[in-house]
C-alpha cells in the first residue's frame, strides 16, 4: 500500500491528512492508499525521511521547520523548488528522493487572476514569503518586500535577486522600509499594489493587522486581490477589510487546497478533486 505522509514539527494541526485523505478517498485509491502526519525534530528529519521508502512510503509532504533540509537532502529537483531554496513536496522514486515546490503554484492558482504586470506587495521575510516572492516574480508580477525587521527583507531581495541572476530568470524585486505604527498617517498606500500578500504570524493570535503591518485599515479598494497566509476558523481582520473595500480575497486554505492538489496530483498522477480537498480542508478546526 503506497503511503504519503506530512511531515513537520509540530504537525499535530496539520489540515493536510483529512485534506489528502479524503481526495484519495473520492478517486477510489482510499484503499490502497493512506496519508499521515510524521512529528519529527529537525535533528531527525534526515535519518527519518531516508528511511520512509523502504517503509512504503510513495512521497511526502514537508512543513515547518523543515523545508530547507528536504530539499538539501534531496537527489533532484524541481526548478521552482531550487529557486525557492526550500522543498514541501517529496517523491520516493527508484532513482532516489526528488523535491518539488508547490507552495508557488498553489498561490499562484489561488488568485482569481494571473499576477503577470501587477505590482505586488509581499508582507514578512520568512519562508512563507519567500515561496510567495518567487511565484510572484516569476509570474512577471513587480513585488515589493515589507518586513518588521527590514534585514531580513533586504536578506531575501538580495538571494533572490542573485538566484535569479544565476538561473536567468528575470525578477522585479525590491524592499519597502515603513515602521508600522498604530498612526495610519505612517502606513504606506497599499492602494497602489494589485496583489498584497500576508505571510507574517500577525493575525495568528489575535493582533490586529493594522497595527502591526503598514497597512491602512480603509486602504484597500475594488479590483485588488489581498491574500493572508494565516487562517483560523472565520475569516481574518486582514480579509475582513478587504472584502469591505471590494477587493478580492484569498485566504490562506485555498492556498493550502492548491498546493495539497499540486502534490496530490505529483504523487497519484491523477486529477486532483479540488472541490472535496476545498470541503475537507474548511471543514477542520485548527487546533
Ligand atoms: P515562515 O517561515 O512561516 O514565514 P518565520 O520565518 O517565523 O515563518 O517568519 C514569520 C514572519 O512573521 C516574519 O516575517 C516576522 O517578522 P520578523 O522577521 O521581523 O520577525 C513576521 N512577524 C511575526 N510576528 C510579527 C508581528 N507581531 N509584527 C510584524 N511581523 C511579525
Redesign the pocket.
Known amino acids: 500500500m503506497p503511503r504519503l505522509a506530512v511531515i513537520g514539527h509540530p504537525v499535530a494541526h496539520s489540515r493536510s491528512p483529512a485534506m489528502q485523505n479524503a481526495a484519495l478517498a473520492a478517486l477510489g485509491l482510499g484503499e490502497e492508499w493512506d496519508y499521515e502526519a510524521i512529528d519529527v525534530a529537525p535533528e531527525g528529519f534526515e535519518a527519518r525521511v531516508r528511511a520512509m521508502p523502504a517503509e512504503g512510503f510513495a512521497g511526502a509532504n514537508v512543513t515547518?521547520?523543515h523545508?530547507l533540509a528536504a530539499l538539501a537532502l534531496a537527489d533532484t529537483a524541481s526548478e521552482m523548488a531550487r529557486e525557492i531554496g526550500a522543498a514541501n513536496t517529496l517523491i520516493f522514486g527508484p532513482s532516489g528522493i526528488l523535491a518539488h515546490n508547490t507552495d508557488a503554484g498553489g498561490l499562484i492558482a489561488a488568485l482569481p487572476a494571473q499576477p503577470q504586470g501587477q505590482r505586488a506587495l509581499v508582507?514578512?521575510?520568512?519562508?512563507?514569503?519567500?515561496a510567495a516572492v518567487w511565484a510572484l516574480g516569476a509570474a512577471g508580477a513587480g513585488v515589493d518586500i515589507w518586513?518588521?525587521?527590514p534585514a531580513?527583507?533586504e536578506t531575501v531581495r538580495v538571494e533572490v535577486t542573485e538566484r535569479a541572476q544565476d538561473l536567468q530568470v528575470k525578477i522585479e524585486v525590491g524592499t519597502i522600509g515603513v515602521e508600522?505604527r498604530e498612526d495610519p498617517a505612517a502606513a504606506l498606500d497599499q492602494s497602489g499594489y494589485g496583489l498584497v500578500v500576508n505571510?507574517?504570524?500577525?493575525g495568528?493570535r489575535g493582533?490586529d493587522p493594522f497595527v502591526?503591518?503598514p497597512l491602512r485599515r480603509d486602504g484597500f479598494r475594488p479590483g485588488q486581490v489581498v491574500v493572508d497566509?494565516v487562517y483560523g476558523d472565520s475569516p481574518s481582520s486582514l480579509l475582513n477589510a478587504a472584502a469591505a473595500a471590494g477587493a478580492a480575497t484569498v485566504d490562506g486554505i485555498e492556498v493550502l487546497v492548491q498546493q495539497g492538489a499540486l502534490s496530490f496530483q505529483l504523487w497519484t498522477d491523477r486529477e486532483p478533486p479540488l472541490d472535496v480537498m476545498r470541503v475537507a480542508a474548511y471543514s477542520l478546526g485548527d487546533r
Open positions: 515547518v521547520p523545508k508582507l514578512g521575510a520568512g519562508g512563507a514569503a519567500r518586513n518588521r525587521t531580513r527583507a508600522a505571510t507574517t504570524a500577525v495568528l493582533e502591526h503591518l497566509m
